[in-house]
């Protein structure tokens, strides 16, 4: 069942119901590229079961919460963009080092 949910998230996040290729090389990109995608949702899925937040916020609202994390450059000068304060508790909890 977990095998099925980490396939079910992954489609989720990347929309990857549908291949949508026309040859056989596109085709086997594509593979790689979601085999690469599932990888990195089971590291981040066991981060939170290791941090015991996946009762709070699930794989898909991680990465949701983590996309509005953007540096932009001001004056020759990167700086981070604001973000919510539910983003900010999740990057404390899982200590991540913006900076």
Not at 24 to 40: A, K, Y
Not at 46 to 60: D, P, T
């Amino acid at each position: 069942m977990a095998i099925e949910v980490m396939f079910d998230g992954m489609k989720n996040v990347m929309d990857a119901d549908h291949t949508y290729m026309q040859d056989d090389h596109t085709l086997q990109g594509w593979m790689f590229v979601n085999h690469l995608v599932l990888q990195w949702y089971q590291h981040l899925y066991i981060e939170l079961k290791e941090k015991e937040l996946l009762k709070k916020i699930s794989v898909n609202d991680y990465i949701q919460l983590l996309t509005d994390v953007r540096k932009v450059k001001i004056n020759d000068a990167w700086h981070l963009n604001e973000f919510t304060n539910q983003t900010k508790k999740l990057v404390g909890k899982l200590n991540i080092n913006l900076t």
